[in-house]
């Protein structure tokens, strides 16, 4: 019922800077945390970043210092700047979005995207 589409992703040189955005649509009440997690080949999918509606923000100790995320709670929208990319940022980048889609407090969501890769190499 509430679908979040990516963008941004692709193959950047160690250094340099990239940012992904994420869309959330559909039937929506109220969202509460917007964020960010990667998987990398071969490993579990990983928090990276995450904002709440009233902008309480967290961040991975590995991302602490070069990423930000931005959020826009009126478009239901979430950024993700990178910068100083380093070949380990390399993953398959998700959003996630948790919230009610109706008032009944029973009414829940948790969606994620379909992914969108980052390669960073040189």
């Known amino acids: 019922q509430v679908q979040l589409v990516e963008s941004g992703g692709g193959l950047v040189q160690p250094g340099r800077s990239l940012r992904l955005s994420c869309a959330a649509s559909?039937?929506?009440?109220?969202?509460?945390?917007m964020g960010w997690y990667r998987q990398a080949p071969g490993k579990q999918r990983e928090f990276v970043a995450t904002?709440?509606?009233?902008?309480?923000?967290n961040y991975a100790d590995s991302v602490k210092g070069r990423f930000t995320i931005t959020r826009d709670n009126a478009e239901n929208t979430v950024d993700l700047h990178m910068n100083s990319l380093k070949p380990e940022d390399t993953a398959v980048y998700y959003c996630?979005?948790?919230?009610?889609?109706?008032?009944?407090?029973?009414?829940?969501?948790?969606?994620w995207g379909q992914g969108t890769q980052v390669t960073v190499s040189s």
């Open positions: 559909g039937k929506i009440f109220s969202i509460g945390p």
């Open positions: 996630n979005a948790k919230g009610y889609y109706s008032e009944y407090e029973d009414a829940t969501f948790d969606s």
């Open positions: 904002a709440t509606s009233r902008g309480i923000i």
